[in-house]
């Protein structure tokens, strides 16, 4: 194989694996780790506790649990408004502040301190809250 074929051929591979999708979470696993996130948030929709209830947090906009009052840092960041989308909750879920505050465009803090460092529980709890 010439240079410049072995060159297309990697440049072609690597076009192909940065457009395919992120591998998905296990949800049976995510579950499992909910149980930390559990202490502070409930799945059952209507059901806030420390934090607000999660059910069909995926997909949802800013600030719209009902019943929940939200911290200051979070309202910030919904006056620029977002969705929980798999994108958002990647980042949130390994630093909350840090996310807000990138998106309010000033320094926030979130009332949730939790932070999941491993980007496969990141995933695979994103993957169980799909489900809820």
């Known amino acids: 194989m010439t240079y410049l074929r072995k060159l297309s051929f990697v440049a072609s591979s690597l076009v192909i694996l940065a457009t395919a999708p992120a591998m998905a979470g296990d949800t049976a696993n995510g579950e499992k780790l909910f149980k930390r996130c559990a202490a502070c948030h409930s799945i059952e929709a209507g059901v806030n506790k ?8 995926v ?9 929940y009052k939200y911290g200051r840092g979070y309202l910030a960041a919904c006056e620029k408004g977002f969705v929980a989308d798999e994108a958002f909750l990647t980042d949130y879920l390994k630093d909350p502040s840090a996310k807000l505050s990138e998106i309010a465009g000033s320094k926030e803090r979130s009332k949730m301190a939790f932070k999941l460092k491993k980007d496969e529980d990141v995933a695979d709890i994103i993957e169980f809250l799909k489900t809820k």
């Not at 420390?50 to 947090?57: D, I, Q, Y």
């Open 59 to 67: 997909g949802r906009e800013c600030g719209t649990v009902e019943g």
């Open 50 to 57: 420390v934090g607000p209830s999660l059910a069909g947090a």
